[in-house]
C-alpha cells in the first residue's frame, strides 16, 4: 500500500523569493519521517509540494518510480491531516471518517467494513454518533486521522497536527499517532517545529532551516552528534564554549579558554594543532568535580526530576549572545543542590562532546 518517496533536487520560488533552493532527501517506505525546522524555513511548502498543493519549479518528486510532478492533488493517493482538523461540522464522527470512500464510491458492504476497523483502531468507535462539536480537540484528531488513513493512502502527509492541543493531549496523541502509524504500515510525512515531539515520534528526522536541509538521522545520531551548530542549539540546549585543538605526539586534545584541557579519541584526522573550534556541551553532560571549567550560579530552576542551573562564565569563555547557559542536575544522584552565587567548577564529559569548525558550520567528530 505505501510507497517510498524521493526528492531530487526540488527548488520552489514565489516570485524571485527563493524559498527551497535545492533540495534532495529519500523517504523509506514505512517511514515515519519529520521535517523539523523553525517558522519560515520551507518545511510546510516542502511538505505542500509532495501534496501537489504548490507547483515544483525544478527537480522531482516521485513516488515510487512513478514522477507526480505534474500529477493532480487527487490522482496522488495521500492522505492528508492538517493543524486545523478540518472535519466537517455537520457530519457525524461516521460520516466524516467515510467520507473519502463515498468520494471513491466504494461499495456500502466495503465501506461499512474499513469504516469499523478504523473507528476501533483509533478508539472513537462509542462516538460514532456524535457531531465534531460534541467531541474533545483528541478525539477530533483521532477523527482526522481515520479520515486520512481509511481511504488506504500511499502517503499519509501530517502538517503540525498537535499544535492545537494542550501540552498534555499533546504528548497523549504523539503516541496515538506514532502507535497507529506502525500498525498501519504507512510512509508518513509529518510537519513540527516541536523538537520534543521530533525526537519522540520519528524514525527519522530531517532538520530545515532557510529551505536547507541542515542534517537527516535519527533521533539519537542527531541530538547525541549533530552536523553544525545550528542543528546542536535548535534540537535540544547546548551550551556553545570557545576552545583550541592540541595536537602532540599523536594524541589530540581540546583547551578550553580558561586552560582546562580534554583528551578527544574521536576528532577528524585533518584537525590541526592550534586549530581555534567551537565546543557544544550539553546541559545533563556536565558533573560538579575539582577540575574543570569554572562558573558561577546565577539561578536555579526545579523541573521535577533535574534542577537546572543557569551559569555565568568568565569573559571570553563562551560565545557571545546564548540564550543561557545551563547546567542539568539529576536529583536522583545529586549530593546537594547550589544556591545562587555559589562557585561551581565543572567538567564535560569528552564522550559526549561535539566539536565545530570556528564558522560553526561543521562538525569535527568522526563519523
Known sequence: MSVSIGINHVCKKFGDNVIIPDLSVDIKNEEFFTLLGPSGCG?????????????????????????????????R???MVFQSYAIFPHLNVRRNVEYGLRIRKTP?????????????????????????????????QRVALARAI?????????????????????????????????KVGI????????????LAISDRIAVMNHGVIQQVGTPHDIY?????????????????????????????????ANGYTCVMNNLKDEVKNGQKVVVAIRPEEFAVESEGLTCKVISRTFLGRYTNYFLDFAEGMCVPDQPSIEFSQDLGHAEKLFDAGDTLVLKPNPAKLNVFTEDMEHSLIKG
Open 224 to 256: 547525541a552528534r549533530p552536523a553544525n551548530v545550528f542543528v546542536s542549539t535548535f534540537i535540544g540546549h547546548s551550551n556553545l564554549f570557545y576552545a583550541t585543538v592540541l595536537c602532540e605526539g599523536g594524541s589530540k586534545a581540546i583547551r578550553f
Open 108 to 140: 456500502k458492504a466495503e465501506m461499512d467494513r474499513r469504516v469499523d476497523e478504523m473507528l476501533q483502531l483509533v478508539k472513537i468507535d462509542e462516538y460514532q454518533d456524535r457531531l465534531p462539536e460534541r467531541l474533545s480537540g483528541g478525539q477530533q
Open 43 to 75: 518545511k510546510t511548502t516542502l511538505l505542500r509540494m509532495i501534496a501537489g498543493f504548490n507547483s515544483i519549479e525544478a527537480g522531482e518528486i516521485s513516488f515510487g518510480d512513478q514522477v507526480i510532478n505534474h500529477q493532480p492533488t487527487y490522482d
Open 187 to 198: 510512509t508518513t510525512v509529518y510537519v513540527t517545529h516541536d523538537q520534543e515531539e521530533a
Open 150 to 182: 481509511v481511504i488506504h493512502p500511499q502517503v499519509l502527509l501530517m502538517d503540525e497536527p498537535l499544535s492545537n492541543l494542550d501540552a498534555k493531549l499533546r504528548v497523549e496523541m504523539r503516541t496515538v499517532i506514532r502507535d497507529i502509524q506502525k
Open 77 to 79: 493517493n495521500i492522505g
